[in-house]
């Protein structure tokens, strides 16, 4: 290592960084051309490469098709409150791409994000030199986690998977976490539950604690028989007791596999399916206090309470409520149903959807469209595998008369509060890709003073016109078909 000589001692000489941030987005945006590319070879050769970081971690390993998000973001938060540094990765961003990247809740600054990548960058420079592979996106901000939280010497790590096996690189897993399992990405992962199943088992490393929230019959069948192989304790979820559902708050009681009974357990996360996600959490910390991480009861509630997931049924507005909510399939879109029908039930709602053209769109609309009164169809702005607004409006539109489709994420907000009072509900859901952007157009609109149906007051009476008639053709249209 060069050093350099200063007051009689010897100093290491800090490596210079030269990528800024325009640099590293730009750069990180070129190598979406490589794809998707299942397998750990080159994720493997590019973390050897940076001194394998993965190898100096302890992780808390998610993988399942929904809550993953959800369940990361409730055991951070307890181990947090339990004095712990903690490291949270999860895909994909909703605001910006610094933000899945957390330690104790607080995001990668844009310095550190830079001097990661630019590290990595020059790894992977040299790999193709070596006439090997250049790792994709995926491979890269995995590889990005595991040298910022090696390098800030985390106490543990909660992964999250993402569609490419990337995170799987790990082998110092000590829970392995599995929420439940539907069908989702079936192009990478398998046309069956079972098949599904296999590939998010792989989570499971020799010697860790399993847990896994109920399944299928035949998708638990397939965590049972690997959590055997790999010589695993396994432990199911029980039910939730005495639970008291809310928008706002929510309390459960809840026994765990332990026989520890910890009753009017409090959090703030809406959405009937997150007490479910709440308890995964609950019974993973518990075995986590096994290897070495003790978590007090008094630290469990506050770590549950304090909890915060964003663009997963959060309410970004009121008066009238403004939902967001990244149902993208159909298991999630059945989850969305339920919480609509139990909060909701003789509400006006509209909604707001957005979906990506690799997502189960007649699904999603099937579970859903029941509960709404207008439909507004987006474009997610930025993003290759969006699904055009007209192209989602036909599709929906089979299943419901009433859906206009919005030029942009503005129009449709401001078509939203049109159609809705102040005791009426707006929500919108699909792709997670887009709510970051929507939840800064309905912020931005509560700061600037009008809300609803006033906008057609003063400068915003031509806009205000202007959708009307685009509704009104709408509905005729609705009604000539």
Same mark, same amino acid.
């Given at each position: 290592m060069d050093v350099f000589f200063h007051k009689e001692k010897y100093v290491p000489k800090r490596k210079k960084y030269t990528m800024n941030l325009k640099q590293t987005l730009a750069y990180m945006e070129s190598i979406k051309n490589y794809g998707i590319v299942p397998g750990l070879s080159t994720i493997t050769k590019?973390?050897?490469?940076? !001194?394998?970081?993965? =190898?100096?971690?302890?992780?808390?390993?998610?993988?399942? &098709?929904?809550?993953?998000?959800? *369940?990361?973001?409730?055991?951070?938060?307890?181990?947090?409150?339990?004095?712990?540094?903690?490291? /949270?990765?999860?895909?994909?961003? *909703?605001?910006? @791409?610094? @933000?899945?990247?957390?330690?104790?809740?607080?995001?990668?600054s844009k310095k550190a994000f830079c001097e990661c990548v630019e590290e990595i960058k020059n790894a992977c420079d040299s790999m193709v030199e070596e006439g090997l592979a250049h790792p994709t996106l995926f491979e890269v901000e995995t590889a990005a986690a595991f040298l910022y939280f090696a390098k800030n010497t985390c106490d543990i790590v909660v992964l999250e998977t993402g569609r490419e096996d990337a995170t799987n690189l790990v082998n110092t897993t000590k829970a392995a976490v599995?929420?439940?399992?539907?069908? =989702?990405?079936?192009?990478?992962?398998?046309? &069956?539950?079972?098949? +599904?199943?296999?590939?998010?088992?792989?989570? +499971?490393?020799? !010697?860790?604690?399993? +847990?896994t929230a109920e399944q299928e019959p035949d998708v638990l069948k397939v965590i049972e028989q690997e959590a055997t192989q790999k010589k695993c304790a396994l432990v199911v979820t029980g039910r939730a007791q005495k639970v008291k559902y809310g928008v706002e708050k929510q309390r459960f009681s809840y026994r765990d596999a332990a026989g520890r009974r910890f009753d009017g357990l409090e959090i703030s996360l809406a959405g009937?399916?997150?007490? @479910?996600?709440?308890?995964?959490?609950?019974? &993973? *910390?518990?075995?986590?206090?096994?290897?070495?991480?003790?978590?007090?009861?008094?630290?469990?509630? $506050?770590?549950? $309470?304090? &909890?915060?997931?964003?663009?997963?049924?959060?309410?970004?507005?009121? $008066?009238?409520?403004? +939902?967001?909510?990244?149902?993208?399939? @159909? =298991?999630?879109?059945?989850?969305?149903?339920? /919480?609509?029908?139990?909060?909701?039930?003789n509400k006006k709602i509209v909604y707001i959807m957005g979906m990506l053209k690799d997502k189960e769109c007649e699904k999603v609309t099937a579970e859903t469209c029941a509960y709404a009164e207008q439909i507004i169809t987006v474009t997610p702005p930025d993003n290759p595998r969006a699904m055009p607004a007209l192209e989602l409006a036909q599709i929906v539109r089979e299943y419901h008369p009433h859906v206009t489709a919005a030029g942009s994420l503005e129009e449709g907000v401001e078509m939203a509060y049109l159609l809705a009072d102040k005791t009426d509900v707006i929500l919108c859901f699909g792709s997670l890709s887009y709510l970051g952007r929507m939840t800064e157009i309905v912020r931005k609109r509560q700061e600037s003073g009008y809300a609803g149906k006033d906008m057609h007051a003063g400068k915003n009476l031509h806009a205000g016109k202007n959708l009307h008639k685009k509704l009104h053709e709408e509905k005729r249209l609705d009604r000539k078909e």
């Open positions: 590019l973390c050897e490469k940076l !001194g394998n970081p993965q =190898d100096k971690l302890s992780f808390v390993h998610i993988a399942g &098709t929904n809550g993953k998000g959800s *369940v990361l973001a409730f055991v951070s938060s307890i181990l947090k409150c339990a004095g712990y540094k903690v490291g /949270s990765y999860h895909s994909p961003a *909703v605001f910006y @791409e610094c @933000e899945r990247f957390r330690i104790n809740g607080r995001a990668i599995l929420t439940p399992i539907g069908m =989702d990405h079936m192009q990478f992962l398998g046309n &069956t539950l079972p098949e +599904i199943a296999a590939h998010k088992a792989g989570i +499971i490393k020799d !010697g860790c604690y399993v +847990i009937k399916h997150q007490v @479910e996600n709440a308890v995964l959490a609950v019974e &993973t *910390v518990g075995l986590l206090s096994a290897c070495g991480y003790p978590v007090s009861e008094k630290q469990l509630r $506050k770590g549950l $309470k304090e &909890t915060v997931w964003q663009g997963r049924f959060q309410i970004i507005g009121k $008066k009238p409520l403004f +939902i967001v909510d990244g149902a993208h399939n @159909e =298991d999630a879109a059945k989850k969305l149903a339920q /919480s609509i029908r139990f909060y909701f039930t």
